[in-house]
């Protein structure tokens, strides 16, 4: 399971943060357009956005992840003007349920990971 912080910058998504489970030395990703993401659905919606086993959810049945990453939970980081910043999420190549726990923890979280990761890039 991945974690990790994106940041909207247009049509871009960029890694701001990324913890690898698996793997310590991953640190961080390539940018990509944000429609070859599933955070993608997460900044349509402003709300959260989970895939417990892709390849069997139709909503992501075109997505270019899907083959890749099968399980995606990721909520709105908003900024302190109501405007959205980016994502943080967790994801994994293997179906897994992301828990209610962990779900209400990052729900929880969010405002201080917004505040924590955008900070310094935003001015009030």
Same mark, same amino acid.
């Given at each position: 399971?991945?974690?990790?912080?994106?940041?909207?910058?247009?049509?871009?998504?960029?890694?701001?943060c990324l913890i690898d489970k698996?793997?310590?030395?991953?640190?961080?990703?390539?940018?990509?357009?944000?429609?070859?993401?599933?955070?993608?659905?997460?900044? /349509?919606?402003? &709300?959260?956005?989970?895939?417990?086993?892709?390849? +069997?959810?139709?909503?992501? %049945?075109?997505?270019p992840k899907r083959q890749n990453?099968?399980?995606?939970?990721?909520?709105?980081?908003?900024?302190?003007?109501?405007?959205?910043?980016?994502?943080?999420?967790?994801?994994?190549?293997?179906?897994? /349920?992301?828990? &209610?726990?962990?779900?209400?923890?990052?729900?929880? +979280?969010?405002?201080?990971? %917004?505040?924590?990761?955008?900070?310094?890039?935003?001015?009030?």
């Amino acid at each position: 399971m991945t974690t990790a912080i994106f940041a909207f910058d247009g049509d871009m998504l960029r890694n701001v943060c990324l913890i690898d489970k698996e793997n310590q030395n991953i640190t961080n990703c390539s940018d990509q357009p944000i429609t070859e993401s599933y955070c993608m659905y997460t900044r /349509r919606s402003r &709300e959260r956005f989970s895939v417990e086993e892709a390849s +069997l959810d139709s909503r992501v %049945a075109l997505h270019p992840k899907r083959q890749n990453i099968q399980c995606y939970y990721g909520i709105p980081l908003f900024g302190s003007k109501g405007e959205m910043l980016g994502t943080v999420c967790h994801f994994d190549s293997m179906p897994v /349920r992301v828990t &209610e726990e962990v779900a209400t923890a990052l729900d929880d +979280l969010a405002p201080l990971i %917004a505040e924590a990761a955008f900070s310094a890039s935003v001015k009030d």
